[in-house]
């Protein structure tokens, strides 16, 4: 078990078992470096599990990333060496945003998991809002289409009522000057009488004309608002709005929650501190730990590579000087050879 904590730490297993005091240490950060993979595969399978629906894709994607991720940390922690505070601090930071951006990624899905109860209650509002949403769109695509032919039956209306007030008033001005409440103030269906009951007579006359000519369209037009009632009607009726659940929704409902909650905002937050602090305290032990023996036994190794490596430059460099003298020398001496020939031939 310790050997594959040390394993998981990045670290040499055959320079940490010369190194006893530095054992604890890497322990810790194996094991560290372990759980964040397996909290990045829950989290995964979980997230591909809402999208997918399927466990076994569920699982063996949610593996894949948790090993993922264990390699990516595991490359992080070892490729860290100690040297200088600055140098180290300077190296650290494209390592602490990297830590930053995996245990966002990892926390997203947890969190979704953990408050699963008050999101599908906030998806249910938000499906509501849905319908509503929709509901409202068809309606204000019928009114307009009602409101053009309310205002047609309306100004028939209209039209139809002024001419009833036309009617009743003359019916009314015949009748006062019938029983001499008004008019001429005699009671006595004379000449003046008549003429208004004429006028009452004529307007009756003209407002039967005008019914029979403007109910059929009256009618029509009420034929009208029905059928775009019953038009909007079957729309709403045949709306389909498929129930959402995917990992967008669910963040926009997780979202909604925390503008709602003050609690829910800050278990979020700690959520996401709780895993950056996991997953960026191997890099902070590597920075705050003094160099020790494994430190120095690292630095040794790499060393001797170091030196071999510029010792076997260094003999290739001279291999290739001498190689060049010696071609120098021949060509020198052939030039010079050619020379001679030349002066004897002259």
């Known amino acids: 078990m310790r ?47 809402t999208v997918f629906d399927h466990y076994f894709i569920a699982i063996g994607l949610g593996l894949l990333w948790g090993l993922m991720i264990f390699n990516l940390d595991r490359f992080i922690v070892s490729s860290m060496r100690k040297s200088k505070l600055k140098e180290e601090f300077l190296m650290a930071i494209p390592r602490l945003v990297l830590a930053l951006l995996i245990s966002i990624v990892i926390a997203k899905p947890l969190e979704l998991k953990i408050f699963e109860k008050e999101i599908n209650a906030e998806l249910g509002v938000m499906q509501a809002e ?31 009522a002024l001419k009833e007030k036309e009617r009743n008033e003359l019916r009314e001005l015949a009748r006062r000057e019938a029983d ?67 990992p967008a929704a669910r963040l926009e409902a997780l979202d909604r929650l925390a503008d709602k909650s003050t609690a829910i905002w800050w278990a979020n937050a700690f959520i996401v501190f709780l895993f950056i602090a996991i997953e ?26 170091k030196t071999e490596a510029y010792q076997y430059r260094a003999s290739t460099h001279d291999s290739i000087k001498k190689a060049a003298d010696n071609l120098a020398d021949k060509e020198k001496k052939y030039l010079k050879s050619r020379l001679d020939i030349d002066l004897e031939d002259s």
Do not use: H
């Open 130 to 160: 849905m319908v509503a949403a929709e509901k409202k769109k068809i309606i204000t695509q019928f009114s307009q289409q009602k409101e053009s032919v309310s205002k047609e039956l309306n100004s028939i209306k209209n039209e139809i």
């Open 3 to 49: 050997n594959f904590f040390w394993y998981c730490s990045g670290a040499d297993v055959n320079l940490l078992t010369q190194c006893p005091t530095d054992s604890s240490k890497y322990v810790g950060i194996g094991a560290t470096i372990i759980f964040t993979g397996l909290f990045a595969a829950f989290s995964a399978a979980y997230a591909f599990f």
């Open 280 to 305: 960026t305290s191997p890099i902070f032990v590597k920075l705050i730990s003094k160099k020790g023996p494994y430190d120095y036994l690292l630095f040794n190794e790499e060393y001797k590579f």
């Open 180 to 246: 001499g409440t008004g008019g001429t103030m005699k009671r006595n269906p004379g000449p003046i009488y008549k003429i208004k009951k004429a006028n009452a007579d004529q307007s009756e006359k003209e407002l039967q004309q005008l019914l029979a000519q403007n109910n059929p369209i009256i009618q029509n037009k009420i034929s009208q608002l029905n059928q775009l009632d019953s038009l909007q009607a079957a729309e709403i009726s045949a709306l389909n709005i498929k129930d959402i659940g995917g």
